[in-house]
């Protein structure tokens, strides 16, 4: 995991030779770093980002001169990660759910993202991820263009026991979601989470669709699904849907396949917006909560 971008670190970390840290010596290093972040996927406007937070914190830290810079930079080069990756927006999913519960109203959560990055499968393990935690879930099959989007929630609602309110091919997405969260007051579930058709950037009528959808139901929780592997793909996609719907969160799959990491990077950055949790496999318990230090500790290498 991050395999490329941590080796890369690690390269220009060993090629520190500096005795003094002053501004000329310091713009030398974050122009390779620059460079090393760009190639492995992360946003320009984060990579630029990232060295303009690492200049700063390196021309204010006292450094005695003549000792080893390399400690130094590891340090603030860690902590600049770690901020970047902490956005000021937290979204604690479980605390969501109590407070929804203290005002005897569903917590309704909208996933969307383009096609093929484990959209449903993620709506299933969150699910299964909610049940453990003793509270009631319902699907909305709000996917009404794929052919087979249905039958493949329903297939993860029969598994999990969870209910799933569905139409037919082709009818109203939002009309879809509206029912899942009537039903859900109706039977005081905890949780609805409702799945929509997988986007692309030039599909405009489906846009206007997930638009509609957070108009109908103004769901809680506008939560972004991508694909770690997709790179700068996914800056795009990021870019696209916090434009189009915001984005309160997001969820990455792939991650532990991912050797460049620019994405899980970039994302939090671009959206101003929390991961929340990573998706590692297809199984319902392959989900886990995203930490900060999780991913920093893959990029920077061991003193």
Same mark, same amino acid.
């Given at each position: 995991?991050?395999? !490329? $971008?941590?080796k890369? /670190?690690?390269?220009?970390?060993?090629?520190?030779?500096?005795?003094?840290?002053?501004?000329?010596?310091?713009? %030398?290093?974050?122009?390779?770093?620059?460079?090393?972040?760009? %190639?492995?996927?992360?946003?320009?406007?984060?990579?630029? #980002?990232?060295?303009?937070?690492l *200049?700063?914190?390196?021309?204010? *830290?006292?450094? #005695?001169?003549?000792?080893n810079? %390399?400690?130094?930079?590891?340090?603030?080069?860690?902590? /600049?990660?770690?901020?970047?990756?902490?956005?000021?927006?937290?979204?604690?999913?479980?605390?969501?759910?109590?407070e929804?519960?203290? %005002?005897?109203?569903?917590?309704?959560?909208?996933?969307?993202?383009v096609?093929?990055?484990?959209?449903?499968?993620?709506?299933?393990?969150?699910?299964?991820?909610l !049940?453990?935690?003793?509270?009631?879930? /319902?699907? &909305? #099959?709000?996917?009404?263009?794929? &052919?087979?989007?249905?039958? !493949?929630?329903?297939?993860?609602?029969?598994? $999990?026991?969870?209910?799933?309110?569905?139409?037919?091919?082709?009818?109203?997405?939002?009309?879809?979601?509206?029912?899942?969260?009537?039903?859900?007051?109706?039977?005081?579930?905890?949780?609805?989470?409702?799945?929509? &058709?997988?986007?692309?950037?030039t599909?405009?009528?489906?846009?206007?669709?997930? !638009?509609?959808?957070?108009?109908?139901?103004?769901?809680?929780?506008?939560?972004?699904?991508g694909?770690?592997?997709?790179?700068?793909?996914l800056?795009?996609?990021?870019?696209?849907?916090?434009?189009?719907?915001?984005?309160?969160?997001?969820? $990455?799959?792939?991650?532990?396949?991912?050797?460049?990491?620019?994405?899980s990077?970039?994302v939090?950055?671009?959206?101003?917006?929390?991961?929340?949790?990573?998706?590692k496999?297809?199984?319902?318990k392959?989900?886990?909560?995203?930490?900060?230090?999780?991913?920093?500790?893959?990029?920077?290498?061991?003193?």
């Amino acid at each position: 995991m991050f395999d !490329q $971008l941590r080796k890369n /670190v690690s390269k220009l970390i060993k090629k520190i030779t500096i005795t003094d840290v002053s501004p000329k010596s310091v713009a %030398k290093i974050t122009k390779e770093l620059n460079d090393i972040l760009i %190639k492995n996927e992360v946003a320009v406007v984060t990579a630029d #980002a990232i060295c303009e937070n690492l *200049t700063s914190i390196l021309l204010k *830290t006292e450094h #005695a001169r003549f000792s080893n810079p %390399k400690p130094l930079v590891l340090s603030s080069l860690r902590e /600049v990660l770690l901020d970047i990756l902490s956005p000021k927006k937290k979204v604690d999913l479980l605390e969501k759910v109590e407070e929804s519960k203290k %005002k005897n109203t569903p917590l309704t959560i909208a996933f969307f993202g383009v096609n093929g990055v484990g959209k449903t499968l993620s709506i299933a393990k969150l699910g299964k991820m909610l !049940q453990d935690k003793g509270y009631s879930c /319902v699907f &909305a #099959a709000g996917d009404t263009f794929r &052919a087979g989007s249905i039958q !493949q929630l329903q297939k993860h609602g029969e598994k $999990l026991g969870i209910r799933v309110i569905a139409q037919t091919y082709g009818s109203d997405a939002a009309a879809v979601a509206f029912d899942a969260v009537n039903h859900a007051i109706s039977k005081n579930i905890d949780v609805v989470l409702i799945d929509t &058709a997988g986007r692309i950037e030039t599909s405009s009528n489906l846009m206007a669709e997930l !638009q509609k959808i957070c108009k109908v139901v103004e769901p809680d929780l506008r939560i972004f699904v991508g694909d770690a592997l997709t790179g700068n793909a996914l800056v795009s996609q990021v870019t696209l849907f916090n434009e189009k719907i915001g984005i309160d969160a997001s969820i $990455l799959n792939k991650i532990d396949a991912d050797v460049k990491g620019g994405a899980s990077v970039s994302v939090t950055h671009i959206s101003n917006s929390p991961i929340i949790f990573l998706g590692k496999g297809q199984e319902y318990k392959d989900i886990e909560p995203f930490s900060p230090e999780f991913i920093v500790n893959n990029i920077i290498p061991a003193k």
